[in-house]
């Protein structure tokens, strides 16, 4: 597909002079943000003291977010005329933005701010490709300068410390995560940007000692294999304070569960390459209602709506940086507000199923004396992002939709050979007759692979996952009542590279494939 490159043009008199307007009142609000992440202090001040009223004032910055990008920006100028758009003024006039109708349809000076991309300290990041193609996302320096101080003060104030050092075990490739996040820690903390290297993380370790507060940045699956690779050393965990911030994909509590019997505490944050790092960060509330939710169906259904079956992940977000809404489809929809962005990213789907709601509806769903309890120190006063997450990511069996994520709660919740699992995907098998059945394919850890008994694992597993999916997913459960060929759910187990693993280098799991 050829990408289009529209460009600026002349402006008329009527457009310079609004252009001129908008840009004075965008770069007003961003200088206010700015303020507000000086320093990790001072992030902690804004973060606790949000009002809901700046929900009004951010849904307007939102909106001249997209007038101004109408003027400024060749790509959005030219994709507004194809909407029959251009004169939208209210923000639900604004078409949503996509990776396919306009970051594939347009090249990337198009879609910067006046056409102009090539500058002093642009850093052009690269998503993982676990989409099927790898795209190219570009960040201007006073941008990235925003995400740093965000992370920083959000680090500082999650996992506070007086000789804090970050391990940093992302990928040190084009991928955004990585840079971004040792470039930010190094603001507050001690920084090795060890990559995903068990034995790297290992010595560095031993190397420094316990008289760190140490903290791991890295993908929930690779936290799980440090932990593992660690016992095998038989690292001396009580020595030491060590606690995990990842992101990247989503993490369910059972995994959470197995990697606090090592770290103190685990943490998650919510981004995406196509918009921005950092756009929402659990705290030990969100942590604690997730939790309930789990094991009150009442809650999650005056929460999420009734027949609710998934378990969301929490994140607070702020809305005057990432203004967040959901369509009629469910799907995320995100605004980044600040004039700062090299490439503006507008009402934009990245494909992810979600929920919103402000404390205020929490609390009433909780009862005031529930609410005030489940606070912790971080006391957060943010709204509440409910992320399902993306929206293509399930297998259809027997009526029911099967989620990576209650699969994972299944494989490691109870299980003694949990240790043992490096990672899992899942696929359809087709039968005679043309019936299909579930695949879960475990992958098992060379080190350990002579040790466990296949069959023993594939039937623990197998009891596992149909266990959770009969407890969490009613049409799954009423599937079995009806079908008992319905529990037909298939594992099997393969070495290390084996199967449907066999050339799987990303660092991000691939938790479908079409043949096993």
């Keep these: 597909m050829n990408r289009l490159s529209p460009r600026l043009g002349p402006l008329t008199a009527r457009q310079r002079w609004r252009r001129l307007r908008l840009q004075a009142y965008s770069w007003s609000l961003t200088g206010a943000y700015r303020l507000g992440a000086l320093h990790p202090a001072i992030w902690r001040l804004v973060a606790r003291s949000y009002h809901p009223a700046l929900d009004r004032v ?83 320096p006073r941008e990235l300068k925003g995400v740093y101080r965000n992370a920083a003060g959000y680090i500082d104030l999650v996992f506070p410390g007086r000789r804090l050092f970050v391990v940093n075990a992302y990928s040190m490739g084009a991928w955004a995560t990585g840079t971004t996040t040792g470039t930010a820690m190094a603001r507050i903390a001690m920084v090795k940007n060890t990559g995903p290297d068990l034995e790297k993380i290992a010595d560095t370790l031993e190397h420094f000692g316990p008289g760190y507060d140490y903290v791991v940045s890295a993908y929930p699956p690779f936290l799980k294999h440090l932990r593992d690779h660690l016992d095998e050393r038989g690292f001396p965990w009580r020595d030491y304070r060590i606690r995990g911030m990842v992101g990247g994909e989503g993490m369910t509590e059972a995994l959470r569960d197995y990697l606090e019997e090592r770290f103190e505490e685990v943490r998650s944050g919510y981004g995406a390459s196509d918009l921005t790092i950092g756009m929402g960060a659990e705290s030990g509330f969100s942590v604690w209602l997730r939790k309930r939710l789990a094991v009150d169906r009442e809650l999650r259904e005056r929460l999420l709506g009734p027949g609710e079956q998934r378990l969301p992940m929490i994140f607070h977000y702020n809305p005057l940086e990432t203004f967040l809404e959901v369509n009629a489809a469910g799907e995320l929809l995100c605004t980044i507000n600040t004039k700062t962005t090299l490439q503006p990213k507008l009402r934009y789907n990245v494909g992810d199923e979600a929920a919103l709601r402000t404390l205020a509806e929490v609390r009433a769903a909780l009862g005031d004396e529930a609410y005030e309890r489940a606070w912790t120190d971080e006391r957060l006063n943010l709204p509440l992002l409910f992320l399902f997450g993306r929206k293509d990511s399930t297998i259809s069996y027997m009526g029911a939709n099967l989620y990576p994520q209650d699969v994972e709660y299944g494989l490691y919740q109870g299980n003694p050979y949990a240790a043992a699992i490096n990672r899992f995907c899942l696929s359809l098998e087709e039968l005679p007759g043309l019936e299909y059945r579930p695949v879960v394919n475990l992958e098992v850890r060379g080190s350990l692979d002579d040790g466990v008994d296949r069959d023993e694992l594939a039937a623990l597993c197998r009891k596992g996952v149909l266990a959770h999916l009969s407890a969490v997913s009613r049409d799954f459960a009423e599937s079995l009542r009806e079908d008992p060929t319905a529990a037909d759910l298939r594992v099997r187990v393969f070495g290390p590279g084996e199967g449907p693993f066999a050339g799987l280098t990303k660092m991000k799991n691939v938790y479908l494939v079409k043949d096993a």
């Design 58 to 140: 951010a849904a307007r910055h939102a909106r001249v977010a997209c007038q101004f990008a109408a003027v400024d920006v060749p790509a959005y100028r030219h994709f507004l005329r194809e909407h029959g758009a251009e004169h939208a003024k209210r923000l639900a006039d604004f078409p949503e933005t996509t990776k396919q109708n306009y970051a594939a349809a347009y090249d990337e000076e198009s879609r910067c701010q006046e056409g102009r991309l090539h500058r002093a300290g642009v850093i052009v990041d690269e998503s993982s490709g676990s989409s099927g193609k790898p795209y190219n996302w570009v960040r201007g």
